[in-house]
C-alpha cells in the first residue's frame, strides 16, 4: 500500500483552521455559560424575592386567620347578649301586659259600679271622686242628714253592695266659720262628724263596713272661693266627697317587680 503526503501546506492551513473553529465555540459557550449564569443569578433573586413576598403572605394570612377568630368569637357574644335582651325585653313585655290587665281590671270593676249606679267619675289632683247627681250638704253647725239625703245614700249603698271589691272614703268638709260648742270642738270635729254620719247609715242600709272609711278635712279644701263669706260660697263648702278608692296593691307590686 502506497500512503500519500500530503503536502506540508496543507497540512498547517488544516492544523490553524481546526484551531480557530475550537477557539470560537470555546467563547460561544462561555458567552453561554455567563449568560446562564447572569439568568441564574436574576432566577435566584426572583425566588428570595418570591419566598420573602410568601413569607409575608403567610404573615399577612396568620394575622387575618386570628382577626377572623376575633371577630367570629366577638359575633358570638353579641349573638348572646342580643339574645339575652331579647328574653329581657319579652320578659319585660309579660310583666308590662300583666300590669296593663291589672290596671284594668282594678278599674274596670269600679267604672263598671259607677256606670250602673247612675252616678259618674271625675278626677280632681289625682283622685277619683263620685260625682253625685244630688250631692250631700249640711245645714251650718250640724252633721245630721236631710230626708232628701237618702235617695243618693241608697244609690251609693246598692253601688256597694253590687260590687264587693269596691272601696269608698266619705270625706267631709266645712265651710269657714269657725265652731265650738258642746258638740264639736272644732271644724275638724264637725267635718268627721259629717263623713261619719254618711258612713253609719250607709251600713244601715246593708253596706259592708271594710268597704267604708270616714275621713275629714275642716274647712281647709273649699270647693268654692269665690266671695267667700257669702251664703252660697258657705253651703257649697259644707259637703261631703266621695272618693273611690281601687285596689291597687297588687299593682304597686306588679310595679316594683317590672321595674327591677
Known amino acids: 500500500m502506497t500512503i500519500k503526503r500530503l503536502p506540508l501546506g496543507l497540512l498547517i492551513l488544516a492544523l490553524s483552521l481546526g484551531s480557530c473553529v475550537s477557539k470560537k ?18 432566577l435566584e433573586e426572583k425566588v428570595n424575592m418570591l419566598e420573602e413576598s410568601n413569607t409575608e403572605l ?12 376575633m371577630v367570629e368569637s366577638q359575633l358570638q357574644t353579641t349573638e348572646e347578649q342580643v339574645a339575652t335582651v331579647s328574653k329581657s325585653v319579652e320578659e319585660k313585655q309579660e310583666q308590662i301586659n300583666m300590669l296593663r290587665d291589672e290596671i284594668q281590671g282594678a278599674f274596670a270593676d269600679v267604672e263598671d259600679a259607677v256606670s250602673k249606679s247612675g252616678q259618674r267619675i271625675t278626677e280632681l289632683e289625682d283622685m277619683l271622686y263620685l260625682d253625685l247627681e244630688d250631692p250631700i ?12 239625703d237618702m235617695e243618693t245614700l241608697e244609690e251609693l249603698a246598692q253601688m256597694l253592695k253590687d260590687s264587693p271589691s ?3 272614703i266619705i270625706e267631709g268638709h266645712t265651710d269657714d266659720r ?7 270642738s272644732d271644724n275638724w270635729d264637725l267635718s268627721v262628724a259629717r263623713s261619719v254620719s254618711i258612713v253609719r247609715k250607709l251600713i244601715d242600709l246593708g253596706v259592708d263596713p271594710t268597704q267604708l272609711t270616714a ?5 281647709f ?10 251664703d252660697e260660697t258657705r253651703a257649697a263648702n259644707r ?9 291597687i296593691g297588687k299593682l304597686y307590686q306588679e310595679s316594683k317587680q317590672s321595674g327591677t
Open 166 to 168: 269596691m272601696n269608698l
Open 239 to 247: 259637703r261631703t266627697e266621695v272618693i273611690v278608692v281601687p285596689k
Open 25 to 42: 465555540k470555546f467563547a460561544a459557550l462561555e458567552e453561554e455559560k455567563a449568560s446562564l449564569a447572569s439568568s441564574l443569578e436574576d
Open 215 to 219: 275621713a275629714g278635712k275642716g274647712e
Open 178 to 184: 269657725p265652731i265650738n260648742n258642746a258638740e264639736y
Open 58 to 69: 403567610t404573615n399577612d394570612k396568620n394575622e387575618l386567620t386570628e382577626k377572623v377568630g
Open 137 to 148: 250638704n249640711f245645714t251650718t253647725g250640724s252633721a245630721r242628714l236631710n230626708d232628701e
Open 221 to 230: 279644701q273649699p270647693r268654692v272661693t269665690d266671695d267667700p263669706e257669702s
